[in-house]
């Protein structure tokens, strides 16, 4: 597996400045999930870089509302009166993202970017509250079902001629997904005798075809998986910096996450027609680079017949009035 870490271009596509080519945000309305590791974190650089540009409001979501709000404290430090608001969300139980949709739909009308940036790497076996492998429940479980319980208001906002985006984070590791691609029957047991970096590639293929699913049954959003690079982040080095250090330094060393978050700040906020709907994209803005499980329709109707099952019980919420 290590072959095709080592094989995908990193960092070395579009030169892109978000500082200067991020256009003005006037009226977005963005949530960004997850975003409150201290310095290190994709999602809070995201925020941060979204927050220069004038958005009228940023919603971060996360699971933990004491790091919640010190992050937003760190970054209207920065950016004075940047619009960041803070929505409990704990993504390893579905209760949470039910509640974490209502509260958002209570305070907004519309959506105009939704960026699915939080997620789990390398865990011990676990299940999440509901019952799933905890890194696919965490990465593609909790994001899915916070997805369709937003959609109506995605859906609304493109009817009004906006451009509404949704971002998927996910990973080169999805290379390291097993052959099939998916273990639909294992899914709710904890895995434990796969080897965790194969229960988190299957995870970040889930992101990746749920993009592509999602742009092809709702083509008015733009909808597309993003691979950050490998990045300096706490997940990364937590992980990398033992087993993959020698490879890393082959390499070159991690990127800053000022660097990672490139990818996904393009993805969002560049001109649509330099998007293709429901692609994967390496940094930056490099397309046709995932594995072929990645590129299987027939696997990501499988995944999003198989999502839609399991989440039958949750419904949007009311509209906001």
Known sequence: MLYGILDQPLGRGLKYDPDTEIPDLNGKIIIVTGGTYSNVGLGKETILRLSKHSPKQIYLLARTQSKAEAAIKDLQSAVPKAPISFIQC?????????????????KEKKLDILYLNAGIMATP??????????????????HALLTKLLLPTLEKTAEQAADVRVI??????????????????????????TPT???????????????????????????????PGAVNTEL??????????????????????????????????????DVTNGEYYTPVAMSGQGSWNSQDMALAAKLWEWTENELAGYEPPKAHP
Request: hydrophobic fraction near 40%.
């Open 90 to 106: 704990d993504l390893t139980d579905l209760k949470s993202v039910e509640a974490a949709a209502k509260d958002f739909t209570s």
């Open 125 to 142: 076996p676990g299940l999440t509250k509901d019952g799933y492998e905890i890194q696919f429940g965490t990465n593609h479980v909790g």
């Open 168 to 193: 998927a984070v996910s990973s080169v590791g999805h290379v390291g997904a097993p052959w099939s691609g998916i273990c639909f029957d294992k899914l709710k047991t904890e895995m434990s005798w």
């Open 197 to 227: 970096m194969v229960r988190y590639g299957q995870s970040k293929l889930a992101n990746i075809l749920f993009a592509r699913e999602l742009a092809k049954r709702y083509p008015k959003i733009l909808a597309v998986s993003i691979h």
């Open 236 to 273: 990364y080095r937590s992980v990398f910096n033992g087993w993959l250090s020698p490879l890393n330094r082959i390499r070159g060393g991690f990127d800053t996450v000022e660097t990672g978050a490139k990818n996904q700040l393009w993805a969002g906020t560049v001109k649509r027609e």
